[in-house]
């Protein structure tokens, strides 16, 4: 794959403001966002999509919609789940110096992630990493009825069943107590 990640915006912020380039982001989510591959396997995950850059008074609107596809966990059983990401990408870039004087500027946005550097690259890496995580689930599912695994013995209740007795629950325990000497 062909990564995409960088956009080199000097002609953009010499035009007037309002002024917009077109283009498409891609990226590799082993690379760029491992904690969303998480399986043991060498197969390209693609993070892709078309993005809209816009001059805006000192600095770039960043706008995208962007799809990645990822692998998680299972929440209840760990097998790996595949997944696909709707990431809504929209962050406005500051500029760090002037385009047509070379002055440096200090820009409002403390965050460094939303700098176009010295020589005014605009890399989307770190807020497609921090987009993309917020984009998956906290507890994905192989399946809605995934039945997880023995707390017992950790057999993956979804391929075997295993002879683990379940520990009773106390309160269960009391209330058959009582059910056995109604019935006596
Ligand atoms: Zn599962
Ligand atoms: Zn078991």
Known sequence: MIENLTFNVAQLLKEPI???RAGQVAADVRRLAPELAQADSTVELAMTGPMRLTHTDGGVL??????SQAVLPCSRCLEPVALTLEIELEEVFAQTVDVLTGQAITPEEDDRALWIDDR????LGEVLRQNALVAAPMHPLCRPDCRGLCVI???????????????????WAILAKLLQNNES
């Open 120 to 123: 005014h690259l605009l890399d």
């Open 153 to 171: 013995c950790g057999q993956n209740l979804n391929e075997e069943t295993c002879t683990c007795e379940a520990e009773p629950d106390a309160r």
């Open 62 to 67: 960043v706008q995208g919609a962007l799809t």
């Open 18 to 20: 309002g002024a917009v």
